[in-house]
T-cell receptor, first 113, second 113 residues
Framework: QQQVKQSPQSLIVQKGGISIINCAYE??????FPWYQQFPGKGPALLIA?????SEKKEGRFTISFNKSAKQFSLHIMDSQPGDSATYFC????????????FGQGTTLQVKP | GAGVSQTPSNKVTEKGKYVELRCDPI?????LYWYRQSLGQGPEFLIY????????DSGLPNDRFFAVRPEGSVSTLKIQRTERGDSAVYLC???????????FGPGTRLTVL
């Protein structure tokens, strides 16, 4: 069953604008929440990640906001650039001894010049 | 250093045929994961290796799927009697350990005609 739900499915933002992608999870047995960026024909690449004991993490133009009680987290891309146009996936890592990732469905971001 | 590599990059086969997909992880990474990404979806976990052993194969859809990692480095995903529904991008990821970042390869796009 789907344990990580991501929205919106697609997003169009003007250059310089803020892109916001939201995720919600249904299982509390997660210990790490990464965001991956994927370009066509490429594998996902880690963008930024957060642990559940932290409410916000910022790296350059990218910020994760995490709400543990609501089981929600979001990615904010400030000053969005055309080069940010890609598909973004949120994920949650299980606390089991495997460390497998459960991914959201993905958000296709298009930043218009 | 070199990232995760996967071969072939594309594989077209006929229904009922056998295929092998190869993953070369980052040198020294003990953890190796296989994921499957269907069109427009996030990656879905298939199997996890810690060293040579498959520590978690709960994501394999049925017994037509099998994976090995005999020397704790290269891994091969094997699919018998392929079906059209097996068409997807098969991603491999490696990590220094289950609680560390997973680095993804570019994937193998499998098309079953």
């Amino acid at each position: 069953q789907q344990q990580v739900k991501q929205s919106p499915q697609s997003l169009i933002v003007q250059k310089g604008g803020i892109s916001i992608i939201n995720c919600a999870y249904e299982n509390t047995a997660f210990d790490y929440f990464p965001w991956y960026q994927q370009f066509p024909g490429k594998g996902p690449a880690l963008l930024i990640a957060i642990r559940p004991d932290v409410s916000e993490k910022k790296e350059g133009r990218f910020t994760i906001s995490f709400n543990k009680s609501a089981k929600q987290f979001s990615l904010h891309i400030m000053d969005s650039q055309p080069g940010d146009s890609a598909t973004y996936f949120c994920a949650a890592r299980t606390t089991s001894n495997t460390g497998k990732l459960i991914f959201g469905q993905g958000t296709t971001l298009q930043v218009k010049p | 250093g070199a990232g995760v590599s996967q071969t072939p990059s594309n594989k077209v086969t006929e229904k009922g045929k056998y295929v092998e997909l190869r993953c070369d992880p980052i040198s020294g990474h003990t953890a190796l994961y296989w994921y499957r990404q269907s069109l427009g979806q996030g990656p879905e976990f298939l199997i996890y290796f810690q060293g040579t052993g498959a520590a978690d194969d709960s994501g394999l859809p049925n017994d037509r799927f099998f994976a090995v990692r005999p020397e704790g480095s290269v891994s091969t995903l094997k699919i018998q009697r392929t079906e059209r529904g097996d068409s997807a991008v098969y991603l491999c990821a490696s990590s220094p350990g289950r609680d560390r970042v997973q680095y993804f390869g570019p994937g193998t796009r499998l098309t079953v005609l």
